[in-house]
């Protein structure tokens, strides 16, 4: 039964990463029971795994959802990552190997085609792909994981600016910065990149929270 458990909570954590559940959505049992074809004991295990976690929270007689953030944890979680993915660009400038920068220019070429198609559910994809190549380029499994955990939690709030208009095409072309800083082995420029990278986006969110109806 646990490894049942165990499959659903990296299912969902997986889906809660990509957008495909969103801050504020409804689990219901019944559905993810349907959905996933088990019974609700293994549901209402993982759910409780990922409520311990604080990637979901349970509402009085409503059930479990998505936990959506305050503007404060957002903003103190951007920070926090913003730092960490500094700090991994300025190790990859250091550390970067072929198979790394394969990685790395892939993920940028494919930011770019969401880019050139204004299709933000691909460059939400794409910019995790992006960032992913940098993690492990540092080649610190520390920091990957921890970069890896807050990812999961962060994620599903990146995508929200790419509605702002131009804000794909500057995302690009930040990305693209980053990446000639970090290929030029200059990692000290690559970490500032990166940290003003994060903020940016970060700053933005408190606005469109707001509008939706978030404090």
């Keep these: 039964m646990a490894r049942v458990a165990d499959q659903l909570i990296e299912e969902l954590k997986n889906e809660i990463q990509s957008g495909v ?3 504020g959505d409804q689990l219901e049992e019944a559905a993810l029971a349907e959905r996933f074809g088990v019974s609700r004991t293994p549901v209402r295990e993982a759910v409780r795994s990922l409520v311990e976690s ?38 990859a400038s250091e550390r970067l190997t072929d198979a790394h920068l394969k990685n ?34 540092s080649e610190n499994d520390r920091l990957i994981d921890q970069l890896a955990d807050l990812s999961r939690t962060i994620n599903p709030y990146r995508s929200m600016p790419y509605g702002i208009r131009g804000r794909l095409e500057q995302s690009f072309e930040e990305h693209v910065n980053i990446k000639d800083a970090v290929l030029a082995g200059n990692g000290a420029e690559a970490d500032f990149l990166m940290r003003d990278h994060m903020m940016l986006q970060g700053q933005r969110l408190p606005l469109l929270l707001r509008a939706y109806g978030h404090e």
């Design 21 to 23: 559940l969103s801050p």
């Design 54 to 91: 604080g990637l979901l929270e349970t509402r009085s007689r409503k059930g479990a959802f998505v936990r959506v953030l305050s503007i404060k944890e957002l903003i103190d979680l951007f920070e926090v990552c913003a730092e960490l993915e500094g700090m991994a660009c300025r190790l």
């Design 104 to 137: 790395l220019l892939e993920g940028l070429e494919a930011c770019n085609r969401a880019v050139e198609k204004e299709d933000t559910e691909a460059y939400a994809a794409a910019n995790l792909q992006f960032h992913t190549a940098i993690h492990k380029a």
